[in-house]
């Protein structure tokens, strides 16, 4: 029998039987595209998830401090610019950014406030991805050129002027006039809607005392990193300028918690792939199964007529093969789909050699289930003798 | 044994049967179905099977064409001994020397009438351009040039059983082999059935054997073999 023969008689069979393989085909079309989109996505969607600070509670930030309270002999400790530098180049880390608190007083229509002030260096708003309600948070420039300007948190701009529509505005902070930006967002749980925040540099430059720099925030990449991370920061800091009255801090609870979701999530996810790839290669071994006692007489004749036991045998086969592939085919289709989908809400493009090889793999096992659960049937298909098959249906 | 049978003394016989039996049934319980059945058939010639329905007709017929192994006897087609081939062997005989005609008329339903009879072209490795003629020529033999791209299970009974000749016919077979190729046909199409047959054998190379039990359509055949429980008489 030639090849291309065999083929066309074996897809226009597939084709003719559609009704009964319809089930087959979805199960092995969304394993494949489930597969393909879990593999080539997974990595960035969590990655993703990282980024949406809130989403995780936070857990990717390390605080690291100096506490020198209790030892009120001591010196007061802070940061140097080259142990934060190597914090920022610690493997797992996206980004540092420096701290330092002071409190203050301010002026407003000869009405005195006091409260804290939150001197931050140009990373902080994006280590803490905070975004800014209304107006807009100083920029990297604004801390470079130490500019007098301000943010600040949404219940302090309101005890101050009675509203939070305070860009533009200007404010008096310890004798000197402050432009206020605005007023910063995603503060909620941070315990920080009651302070102002400054650039550390005008605050280093215009506060009298000093203002130190005592705090870093240490972002991870991932929930993943933050273990390492939070080992390597006091020797580190140890390293670099020694690390007495260091205090490391990590929400090691909501870490756990979102470890132990994101672990769930994605196991669930792969047993959803796999468990559907498995009905796939179970389905076509019993559909193929069905098929070859459903056509016994189909078989009889086709050896009446003279075909050879292998004719059958390849034709059974083929069938297998075909409804595998195609349905690996179709499964690929819809995977590139979901992947453009998801890089598309993601904003980032997945590495199309990864699509490549999954699209290879997704192949392979069609492959490997439609010869592995068609050769069964097929051979039984091959065995049978005529006259069974063709007298007793 | 009405009519003069056309054989010609000195040839080979197409079809030499001899001493063919075969049981049904394993171990303990056997049930002889066919008991020393021999039968010569020549080229040109066209034999009738009759008998009541379950002496063992098909059976007969289902060895000659090689779906069956005989429980024991000699077969030879042509003069080879084809029992003696293995399945590819026997698989290769039927696709080139023999056309069956099924009892039930079996096409594939869900083709049409050129698909059904490109298979056995298929089989036989004929290229693809050659199929097209050779399956115009057998419709065309049968008067059903007309119906080539009909979906097989839209046929008439009649026009169903035709095209089941033409499909044993497309390969040129030796032998044709119809099992009650008539049983569910009327009158008018069971003579246009033989009529076909009558023109093959009418060449001189082609023998047919046709399984019966209607003698009208017996009285067709140049002799007629009545089998009884298995055994075969009138050779
Ligand atoms: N595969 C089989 N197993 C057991 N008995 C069979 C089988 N095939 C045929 N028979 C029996 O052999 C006898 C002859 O059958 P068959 O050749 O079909 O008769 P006919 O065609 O003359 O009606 C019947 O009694 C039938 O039941
Ligand atoms: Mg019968």
Redesign the interface.
Same mark, same amino acid.
């Given at each position: 029998?030639?090849l291309n023969?065999l083929l066309r008689?074996s897809v226009?069979q597939v084709f003719?039987?559609r009704r009964r393989y319809w089930g087959v085909v979805l199960a092995i079309a969304l394993g494949v595209a489930g597969f393909i989109t879990v593999v080539t996505m997974g990595s960035d969607v969590k990655k993703n998830f990282n980024q949406k600070l809130d989403l995780i509670g936070g857990v990717t930030i390390i605080r690291a401090y100096f506490d020198s309270e209790q030892d009120r002999t001591a010196r007061r400790l802070w940061f140097q610019p080259r142990t934060v530098a190597a914090l920022q180049n610690l493997p797992g880390v996206q980004e540092a950014s420096l701290v330092g608190f002071r409190p203050v007083g301010a002026v407003r229509h000869k009405q005195q406030h006091h409260f804290m002030a939150v001197a931050v260096d140009e990373n902080f708003w994006s280590v803490r991805s905070f975004w800014a309600r209304h107006g807009a948070l100083f920029s990297r420039e604004a801390v470079l050129h130490r500019e007098r300007v301000c943010a600040l948190g949404s219940s302090l701009a309101r005890k101050i002027y009675g509203h939070d529509q305070v860009a533009g505005l200007s404010l008096e902070i310890e004798h000197d006039n402050y432009l206020v930006t605005g007023v910063v967002g995603g503060l909620a749980d941070s315990g920080l809607a009651d302070f102002a925040f400054v650039p550390l540099t005008t605050a280093q430059d215009r506060f009298t005392g000093q203002t130190l720099a005592d705090r870093v925030y240490v972002r991870c990449r991932t929930w993943d990193d933050v273990a390492a991370v939070a080992e390597a920061i006091p020797k580190t800091v140890q390293a670099h300028q020694g690390a007495d009255h260091l205090m490391v801090h990590v929400s090691w609870d909501a870490l756990r918690h979102v470890q132990k979701v994101a672990f769930w999530l994605e196991f669930l996810v792969y047993l959803g792939v796999f468990a559907t790839l498995t009905l796939g290669g179970v389905g076509i071994w019993v559909v193929m199964m069905a098929a070859v006692r459903s056509r016994t007489?189909?078989i009889?004749?086709?050896?009446?007529?003279?075909?050879?036991? %292998?004719?059958i045998l390849a034709q059974f086969l083929t069938e297998s093969l075909c409804l595998s592939l195609g349905s690996a085919l179709l499964g690929i289709g819809l995977g590139r789909l979901l992947v453009e989908g998801t890089s598309g809400w993601i904003g980032i493009r997945p590495s199309e050699e990864l699509f490549l090889t999954c699209l290879g793999l997704g192949l392979l096992f069609a492959l490997a289930a439609g010869v592995g659960a068609g050769l069964y049937p097929s051979v039984q298909a091959s065995r049978m003798?005529?006259?069974a098959a063709? %007298?007793y249906e | 044994m009405n009519s003069p049978t056309p054989k010609v003394s000195g040839r080979i016989p197409l079809i030499e049967a001899v001493g063919l039996t075969k049981h049904f049934g394993a171990d303990g319980s056997v049930i002889p179905v066919l008991r020393d059945v021999s039968l010569k058939v020549y080229p040109g010639e066209m034999v009738a099977v009759t008998g009541p329905s379950g002496s063992g007709k098909?059976t007969l017929l289902?060895i000659l064409?090689l779906?069956?192994k005989p429980t024991s006897g000699i077969y030879r087609l042509g003069g080879d001994d084809v029992l003696g081939l293995d399945?590819?062997g026997q698989?290769?005989c039927?696709?080139?020397r023999l056309g069956?005609v099924?009892q039930s008329c079996?096409l594939?339903e869900?083709s049409n009438v050129f698909?059904n009879l490109e298979?056995?072209l298929?089989?036989?490795?004929v290229s %693809?351009a050659e199929r097209q003629p050779r399956v115009v020529a057998a419709m065309e033999r049968v008067n059903l040039g007309h119906r080539l791209y009909h979906q097989a299970n839209l046929l008439s009974g009649g026009e169903r059983q035709r095209v089941a000749v033409a499909?044993a016919l497309v390969?040129r077979p030796q032998v044709i082999l119809a099992d009650e190729p008539t049983g569910q046909l009327d009158r008018q199409n069971s003579h246009m059935i033989m009529d076909h047959f009558e023109e093959i054998v009418g060449n001189g190379d082609t023998a047919v054997v046709v399984v019966t039990h209607d003698p009208d359509i017996a009285r067709r055949c140049g002799r007629i073999c009545p089998m009884e429980d298995g055994v075969l008489h009138g050779v």
């Open positions: 029998m030639r023969d008689i226009r003719r039987h007489r189909e009889g004749l086709k050896k009446a007529m003279g075909a050879e036991d %292998r004719d003798e005529v006259v063709t %007298r | 098909s289902y064409g779906l069956l399945r590819t698989a290769d039927r696709r080139r069956f099924f079996d594939m869900n698909e298979f056995p298929i089989y036989a490795g %693809r499909r390969n």
